[in-house]
């Protein structure tokens, strides 16, 4: 919930962009992107950083936020466009490209100029983007430090703005001694924005450490879902989950749709599933290379692949514009994580489902989703008849999976296994996000590690 301060502010007279003090470059640029309105956040944040303040903003992916950071540092830079202008540190790769490309789309009318810099990709390409002298860095903090202690001629001296995004998220990534090695070397005279969907005690410490008499502006959507989102559950036996997936991918085919799975085992076989029967899946989770993933997620928003199997890892952060359904097929622990999940689709005013497969273990699980989220699902009708008829074509291809899987398994453990392990050492401290996968040994199951 907002404070009454807050509140008002958006309720008795919701702002234009234009209002807010938007310079005529910036105007098109929302316009061209469809923004009518600005959303909470930036109503919020807008104002008190075009004066020039410190921002703490708590707000999530989906609220916005992105713009409420660049669309101030891009008016200032028009204003003073001199060299390295802006830094900004993200937690994920992925996140780090959504940032960058949000710059440039707001920034067209500028001449706004990104590089990121992110691990597990190539450092002497990126050395080059940082000697072309961009406006704005997108980073992931392993990676700055390494071209700050390795890269001639690259410094943030010169910076004006520093930006952390999903604060939380980087402190709980371990990220903290990279951001303190960063803040040491950028100067004191600067604006700092700070976001994160959670404050918690390191985030406010980090706070402390980085801005000076911040505004904090808030918009809660923690832990609550949007109501143009129709939540709906589907209850089967364990091991009837695979045909009604298919069932439902079949029912459905006509939507883009995001599979979430809590193993990366389960998401490489249930993508082979889908596309043995004919159904254009694509696998996006940690135990990818980097180039699959960024792969996986340009086929996926380009709508040459119409279903995503994820894990947890792309739940978060990923900026993807129009999932029609996501399907949960394993229920995810924590209610947080199916907040974030669901949390891809219904976005801005849009409609959206949501499925959920429920086995007769997860029925306390789903309890306390609801509670979380105030919201009962409704139960997701099935036809008996269309499950029995695919139960065959499915199983066998389930057991095709299972067999691919392990020929992978075995050719991985020669070159390729050796190409990842080297790409691992190379993207460093950044590589960190990979390991919020569960990773299934081949036992079943055998878990190595994960959140349970
Ligand atoms: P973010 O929370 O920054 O990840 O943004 C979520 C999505 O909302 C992105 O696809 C943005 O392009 C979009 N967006 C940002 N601001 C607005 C706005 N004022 N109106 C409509 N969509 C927006």
Redesign the pocket.
């Known amino acids: 919930m907002p404070s009454p301060e807050e509140a008002s502010t958006s309720a008795a007279n919701p702002p234009s ?1 234009k209002s807010i003090g938007l310079i005529d470059p910036l105007l098109e640029a ?1 316009e061209q ?7 909470d ?2 109503a919020e944040a807008l104002p008190h950083a075009l004066e020039g303040r410190d921002i703490i903003g708590v ?10 950071f660049a669309l101030p540092i891009i008016q200032a830079l028009w204003n003073d466009p001199k060299g390295l202008f802006a830094c900004v540190i993200a937690p994920t790769r992925e996140l780090a490209y ?2 960058s490309q ?1 710059f440039e ?1 707001l920034g067209s009318g500028i001449g706004v100029r990104c590089a990121v810099i992110i691990g597990g990709m190539d450092v002497v390409s990126q050395s080059i983007a940082l000697a072309k002298k961009p406006h704005i860095i997108v980073a992931t903090p392993g990676r700055l430090n390494y071209h700050l202690e390795n890269t001639k001629g690259f410094s943030l001296r010169g910076l004006k703005f520093f930006v952390l995004d999903e604060a939380d998220r980087l402190l709980d990534m371990d990220f903290g001694p990279d951001i303190d090695k960063i803040l040491k070397v950028i100067p004191k005279e600067r604006t700092t924005y700070l976001f994160s969907a959670t404050m918690t005690t390191k985030v406010a410490k980090l706070q402390r450490a980085s801005l000076q008499n911040p505004v904090r502006v808030e918009v809660s959507s923690k832990y609550s879902t949007v109501s143009t989102l129709l939540q709906y559950y589907l209850f089967m036996p364990l091991s009837h989950k695979e045909v009604h997936l298919v069932n439902l991918a079949n029912t459905l085919a006509q939507n883009s749709m995001m599979i979430f799975t809590r193993t990366v085992h389960d998401a490489q076989k249930l993508s082979i599933i889908l596309r043995t029967l004919g159904f254009p899946a694509v696998p996006l989770h940690g135990q990818l290379s980097q180039s699959q993933r960024l792969g996986a997620l340009s086929k996926f928003k380009s709508g040459g692949r119409s279903i995503l199997v994820a894990t947890d890892v792309a739940s978060r ?1 990923l ?1 993807i ?1 129009s999932v029609d359904v996501v399907i949960n097929f394993d229920i995810p622990t924590h209610s947080k994580d199916y907040i974030h999940r669901v949390g891809r689709t219904a ?2 005013g849009r409609a959206g489902k949501s499925i959920t497969l429920v086995t007769q273990y997860d029925i306390e699980l789903i309890h306390r989703i609801e509670k979380v989220t105030g919201k009962k699902m409704d139960l997701w009708p099935t036809d008996k008849d269309e499950i029995a008829l695919l139960r065959e074509r499915v199983e066998e291809a389930s057991r095709l999976a299972v067999n691919e899987m392990k020929d992978q398994a075995m050719s991985k453990g020669g070159a390729g296994g050796r190409k990842r392990r080297r790409e691992d050492r190379e993207g460093g401290a950044d590589n960190r996000d990979r390991d919020d996968d569960v990773v299934e040994a081949g036992m079943p199951g055998k878990k190595k590690k994960g959140r349970r």
Do not use: C, E, N
């Open positions: 962009f929302v992107l469809g923004y009518k309105t600005p959303t956040i930036q707000a999530s992916t989906g609220s916005g936020k992105t713009a409420a959504q940032i949000q789309a952060g900026d514009p976005r801005a």
